[in-house]
C-alpha cells in the first residue's frame, strides 16, 4: 500500500477531546483536521463505533483518517458511550440512546469553529449500521453517509439470524464484545475515575448473547434499527459497499433497489474490510474514492463520481477451493440499476438422474435423504475476515453427505451476478426442520469450489415473525434464497447444488434428525444470468491502494492464528477449532501495551443433534507502567430438544489480584429452530 505525503494540507492530532451530550455524559473522540480549521472550517466526517480509539483501532485509524484530514477534512473517530474512554454504559448494540447521541454528536461537530456545517459518516460494520440508523433520524448537519459491511435488516442479514436460522457466528460475536466489554478506560485519559469507570462496566455491561437468543423471531427488538421498516426516512445520498466474502453484501443490492435518494453501490471479492486493505484481493483505492465522493456532497465538486453507472460489482472466475484465498482473478462490471435489466433469472431443474436441465424433467422423481452431522464443518465462517479457516474449503466431502444435482459440463461460460435460489417441493418427518443449499463451481478435476450458500428454517415458510410448526409427510413449496454473488463459470466445468438438512456451525442444528423427501416435479435451481453489458466496458480505474502515515507499533510474535477440523474417532465426533487475535502489541506514542487473543472450538456428534455445542474464551489485558489489567471471559453455548443453554463466565484481574467475577447460567426455551 503507498502512503501519501502530498497532503494539500498539514494536519493536526488530537488524541483525546470529550464531546458532551446533553444528559451531561461526555463521549471520548480522536480527531484529525487540517491546519487552520479554525480560520478556514471545513467539512466533517464522523466514524462511531465502540472499538476504542486509542487502542484497538489506533493502527487503522492512524492510516486512514490522517488521509482524508490531508485532504481538507475534519475526521472524528468517537467511541460509544460505555466503550474506550467515553463515559456511561454499552448494554446493547444500536440502542435509542447509541443513535440518539449520534445524533447530537453531529450536532456538536457541526457547531464548532472548525467545522463549516457539513458532516458525513462513514463507518463499516457496527459504523456502517448506526451510519444508516442515524441517517434515518435525519440530523440537520448529516449531509451523506457512506456504509460499509453492514445491513438494512438486523433480523435478516447480520450476525444473529439467517431466514430464521441460529448463526454460529451469534456466539462467536457475541463473545468477542462479552470480551471487549471488560475493558476499561485508560488512566491517561479520564484520570483516577478509570477504575470506578471500569467496574461500573464489569458489573452491568451484561450477557448479550441472553439478549439476542431471547428473540429468535423477527419482532420489535430487531425491527429497532432496521432501516428497511422505512426507506424514505434515509434522505441523504448514500455509498453503500461489501465484498462477495462478507456476509453483509445482500444489503447493497437492496439498498440501490429500495433508498429513494441519491446512491452507489460497491461489492469487490473481498471479506469484511475495508477495500483498501481488502482481501481476498485485489484491494482497490478506496480512499481516494470516498474523497471523490465527500468531494461532490459535502463541497460541492464536480468530481464525476454521480456520472458513473449506480453499482459496480467484481465478476470473479473460477478460483481452487482453498480455506483462505488471498487473490480472485475477475473483472470489475457496472449496473444502471438494481434490479438489472441486464440479468434474466433462468431456471435449471432438478431431474431424477441427479442433474441440472433447461429442460423440465419429463417424469417426478423423488429423493429421501438425511444428512450426517459433520455437513458444514468445511461451510467457513458466515463472515469472513480472510483469516485461515474463513472461507470454504474444498466440498467435496460435503457434497458427500448432500443431495447433489449438477449440469453437464458447460458448453460455453456462464455467467451470474445476483441472487441465486431454490425452489424445493418437499416434505420431511419433523415439526421442526432446516435446509441448507451450496452453489458450486466443479474443475474438470472435480474439485468443487463453493460460490454461495442458503439456509431456510422451513417452519418460517410463512414470514420470520410468527413460525408454524411443519406436518409430518405434507408436502410444501418453499424457495430458499442465497446470497449474492458475480460468477463466471468456465467451459468444461459444470454447476452443483448441494442440499443438505444441516449445516453446523454455519447454523445451529434442528432440535430433532430430520429426513427430508425432495420431489423433482415442482423443484429447480433459478440462477440470475447476466452476459456481457456494454457498460462493463471503459470503467474508470479505481487506482492502487493509499493510505496516510502508519502508526508507530512495535509487535511482538506472539499470536495464536489457526484453523483446524479434528474427526475425533473414539467419541465419535467432529471439532473445529480456530484461534484469532492480535495476540501483543505496543503503541509506542502512548507506551500502553495490548494483548487480545481469542479460541473458538465447535463441536458435533455423529448422532443426537442436540448434542452439539460450542465454546469460546477470550483474553485481554492493558498495561503501561505499573498500571496492568487483564480480563478472561468463557462463553459455552449448546442445546437440548426443547431449550438453548449458554453458560458464561468473567474475571477481570488488577495487577494480580482478582477484582471482579461472574457467572450466568442459561436456559432460553427453542422457538420451533
Known sequence: MTQVTDFDHQVREFEHVEVPMPDGCRLAARIWMPEGAEAAPVPAVLEYIPYRKNDLTARRDATMQSYLAGHGYAVIRLDLRGAGDSEGLMLDEYLPQELQDGADAIAWIADQPWCDGNVGMIGISWGGFNGLQVAALQPPALKSVVTLCSTDDRYADDVHYMNGCVLGEQLSWASIMFGRNTLPPDPRHVGERWRDMWMERLQHSGLWLKNWMEHQTRDGFWKHGSVCEDWSKIQVPVYAVSGWADGYCRAVFRLMENLQGPRKGLVGPWAHKYPHIGAPGPAIGFLKEELRWWD?????????????????????????????????????????????????????????????????????????????????????????????????????????????????????????????????????????????????????????????????NLTHRNGHETPEPLEPGKRYRVTVPMNHVAQRFRAGHRIRLGISTSYFPMIWTPPEPVTLTLHTEHSALDLPLRPAAPADEGLPEFGPPQSGPHLDIEDVPDADDFFEIVHDVAADRHVMRIADGSGTFRILNNDLTVYNQGYETYTIPSGDPADAYGEITWEHALSRGDWKIRSKTETWMGADREAFLIKARLRAWEGEALVHEAEWEERIPRNMV
Open 296 to 456: 461532490h456532497w459535502l463541497k460541492g465538486k464536480e468530481t464525476g463520481i454521480m456520472d458513473e453507472p449506480m453499482l459496480r460489482f467484481f465478476m470473479q472466475d473460477h478460483a481452487r477451493p482453498h480455506a483462505v484465498n488471498e487473490m480472485r482473478d475477475g473483472r470489475w462490471v457496472a449496473e444502471p440499476s438494481w434490479p438489472s435489466p441486464n440479468v434474466a433469472r433462468t431456471p435449471f431443474y432438478l431431474t431424477g438422474e441427479g442433474g441440472l436441465s433447461s429442460r423440465p424433467p419429463a417424469s417426478p422423481a423423488q429423493f429421501t435423504h438425511s444428512s450426517p452431522l459433520w455437513v458444514g464443518m468445511r461451510s467457513g465462517k458466515w463472515c469472513s475476515y480472510a483469516k485461515p479457516g474463513d472461507q470454504p474449503a474444498d466440498q467435496r466431502p460435503e457434497d458427500a453427505g448432500s443431495l447433489v444435482f449438477e449440469t453437464a459440463p458447460l458448453e460455453t461460460p456462464v455467467e451470474i451476478a445476483g441472487d441465486a435460489r431454490v425452489m424445493l417441493d418437499i416434505s420431511v418427518d419433523r415439526p421442526v426442520a432446516q435446509v441448507a443449499v451450496r452453489l458450486m463451481d466443479v474443475a474438470p478435476d472435480g474439485a468443487a469450489t463453493r460460490v454461495t450458500f442458503g439456509v431456510f
